[in-house]
């Protein structure tokens, strides 16, 4: 990985987008490659047929013909992937493991305009979208950064499993209709590194 190839996407799926590098296979970039500003639900939120992206490849299987592609800075895979080495110390949930409403306790591991990704001990990090935050509303206007903060620890319940797009959905507002008595979100003043959300 390292040298940077300028291609032209070729085609679009629901999970990414071909790239041809002028190589002998296209490459698949996937939606979880493009960017982290934002939370990519389709491709097309990024890229479109006939655009030209400078590329890295990722992985190369020459058996299968398959190569993968990304977007991303090298320093960010570079922090992402010495960030999870350190957190596959113990065994990780499989996502076949989770089911709608389980309830997790997370970190918020990085915060975006739309949300942010919470390590709740599975193979991947969940994504909690900021209008599913317990706080969201309470400042109106406020943007996710003002009330999701890094290290934050949370309290959340899977809303949803995609297996083939390897991602978890998350929400930290106690789901209706379990069973038991809610509680009541403690209000807090952000920055206050000890609180916790319910």
């Not at 934002?38 to 400078?54: A, L, S, Y």
């Not at 065994?91 to 709740?120: C, M, N, P, Q, S």
């Not at 995609?162 to 952000?190: H, M, Y």
Request: glycine share 10%; proline share 5%.
């Amino acid at each position: 990985m390292g040298d940077v190839y300028n291609g032209t996407v070729i085609s679009l799926t629901d999970f990414g987008a071909y790239v041809d590098i002028g190589s002998g296979c296209d490459g698949l970039l996937h939606v979880s490659q493009m960017t982290r500003e934002e939370f990519v639900e389709h491709p097309r939120q990024v890229v479109t047929p006939g655009m030209e992206v400078d590329v890295r490849v990722l992985r190369v299987s020459p058996d299968l013909k398959k190569m993968q592609l990304t977007m991303l800075p090298e320093e960010t895979l570079a922090v992402e992937s010495a960030a999870k080495e350190e957190r596959m110390g113990g065994e990780r949930i499989a996502l076949e493991g989770l089911g709608v409403d389980d309830e997790l306790w997370g970190e918020i591991r990085r915060v975006t305009a739309f949300g942010a990704y919470v390590e709740v001990g599975a193979v991947v990090d969940g994504w909690l979208h900021f209008m599913d935050h317990p706080l969201f509303g309470n400042v109106p206007g406020a943007k996710p950064k003002e009330f999701m903060e890094v290290g934050q620890r949370i309290r959340c319940w899977v809303s949803g499993v995609d297996l083939e797009l390897k991602r978890v959905k998350l929400t930290a507002n106690r789901p209706e209709d379990l069973p038991g008595p809610r509680r009541e979100i403690r209000k807090s003043v952000v920055g206050d590194d000890d609180a916790d959300y319910y």
